[in-house]
């Protein structure tokens, strides 16, 4: 079963701290790999997309690694800020197929305390 | 929210009643769909549009139904709401792009509540 799992669930930084997130999936054949920022009572918006050739992503303070041998990837959050807490959600995408074949992680939520 | 705006974006109804949610969006582009997010899940697919009059269902489509007339418009229909359809309801818009394949732009979402 095509499946993205994210750890930790949920995860409490001061801010200027770095903090690493991960998300491991089983998703066959793989297309690409995105990671989303969800603030609080809005939509995600899109961080980084990465296709299975790209080993790193980086978005600003947002790096983003996979590998794809080993099926797992981090979103590194440098030198935290307040408007990091949010959620963020890993989202994979099998190849081929139609266009509604995105799995969504079920989503790591930061809090940066100042 | 790309130029993607859901209404209402709050609703409170009773059980049984029908309720139409609507998303409009001014990218042109081709690609439409409508997911539910849950505490304890990720974001789910209910169904999703690849073009005017042309609709599929997505992994949780039981209990509603969707239309697509315009280009810019996806209508979200449920034709008797039940108290486990209360969620919040995003929609997204997609093109494809060379190397940003199946990237989606979500909208603010619509909080509905079935009482």
């Known amino acids: 079963k095509n499946q993205v799992e994210q750890s930790p669930q949920s995860l409490i930084i001061l801010e200027g701290k770095n903090c690493t997130l991960q998300c491991n999936y089983t998703v066959s054949p793989f297309s690409n790999l995105r990671w989303y920022k969800q603030d609080t009572g809005r939509g995600p918006v899109s961080l980084t997309i990465?296709?299975?050739?790209?080993n790193t992503k980086s978005n600003g303070r947002y790096t983003a690694t996979l590998d794809a041998d080993t099926k797992q990837s981090s979103l590194h959050i440098t030198a935290s800020q307040l408007s990091d807490s949010a959620s963020y959600i890993c989202?994979?995408?099998?190849?081929?197929?139609?266009?509604?074949?995105?799995?969504f992680g079920k989503g790591t939520k930061l809090s940066v305390k100042p | 929210d790309a130029g993607i705006t859901q209404s209402p974006r709050h609703k409170v109804t009773e059980t049984g009643t029908p309720v139409t949610l609507r998303c409009h969006q001014t990218e042109n582009h081709r690609y439409m769909y409508w997911y539910r997010q849950d505490p304890g899940h990720g974001l789910r697919l209910i169904h999703y549009s690849y073009g005017v009059k042309d609709t599929d269902k997505g992994e949780v489509s039981d209990g509603y139904s969707v239309s697509r007339s315009k280009t810019e418009d996806f209508l979200l229909t449920l034709e008797s709401a039940t108290s486990s359809q209360t969620s919040v309801y995003f929609c997204?818009?997609?093109?494809?792009?060379?190397?940003?394949?199946?990237?989606?732009?979500f909208g603010p979402g619509t909080r509905l509540t079935v009482l």
């Open positions: 989202v994979v995408s099998g190849q081929g197929g139609s266009q509604g074949n995105l799995i």
């Open positions: 997204a818009i997609s093109e494809k792009r060379e190397g940003r394949d199946n990237e989606q732009f």
């Open positions: 990465m296709t299975f050739s790209e």
